[in-house]
């Protein structure tokens, strides 16, 4: 596939529904979208032209959730790579914060999980406390970034970034 690799991981709400879409394409700056902002057109506009949409975990999880509230189907418009399977391949196991340390990839939000992610966009939502959806997209961010720099690592790449090296 040509165009530019893509990157995609969302989080979710108490009741699962979606409360960020975070995806990083290689020729652009991250796109997070939250809340209402995120839409079908949004999506779709920021994927157009790319090759291959990657993911951890995104064929069970993050692509059926956006198929199941947005009626999106990803996996349908775009060729997909769930690197949780790659990862698995190369005895990597685990979620994809135990690859990340296997790996020797490093974030800033160590210790922030899914259900500290739910927890933030709890406070965000009942308290407008912009730190919790300040801390929440950093999270998200640092989740996309970081499945480019598995996806590098697994492909044979050298780090892309100084500090995520081992």
């Known amino acids: 596939m040509t165009g530019p690799r893509a990157y995609l991981d969302i989080e ?3 009741d699962q529904s979606l409360t ?3 995806i990083l394409r290689e020729d652009r700056d991250i796109l997070q979208l939250y809340g209402r902002a995120i839409t ?7 994927l157009d032209g790319i ?14 959730r956006i198929k199941g509230e ?9 060729a997909c790579r769930d690197l949780m399977r790659d990862c698995w391949r190369k005895r990597l196991m685990g979620g994809f914060k135990a690859v990340e340390r296997q790996l020797g990839i490093t974030r800033q939000t160590d ?3 899914g259900m500290m992610a ?20 950093h999270y998200n961010r640092e989740d996309v970034e970081n499945l480019a720099e ?5 492909d044979g790449e050298s780090p892309a970034a100084a500090g995520k090296a081992p």
Not at 40 to 46: C, D, G, K, N, T
Not at 70 to 78: I, Q, T, V
């Open 118 to 137: 739910m927890a933030l966009w709890a406070r965000w939502l009942d308290a407008d406390d912009a730190e919790a959806l300040r801390l929440l997209l």
């Open 40 to 46: 079908v057109p949004a999506i779709e506009a920021y």
């Open 12 to 14: 979710t709400g108490y």
């Open 150 to 154: 598995v996806r590098r690592r697994l």
């Open 51 to 64: 090759g291959v949409l990657h993911t951890y975990n995104g064929h069970s999880f993050d692509l059926p």
């Open 20 to 22: 960020v879409v975070g």
């Open 111 to 113: 210790g922030v999980d």
């Open 70 to 78: 947005l009626g999106l189907d990803l996996r349908k418009r775009h």
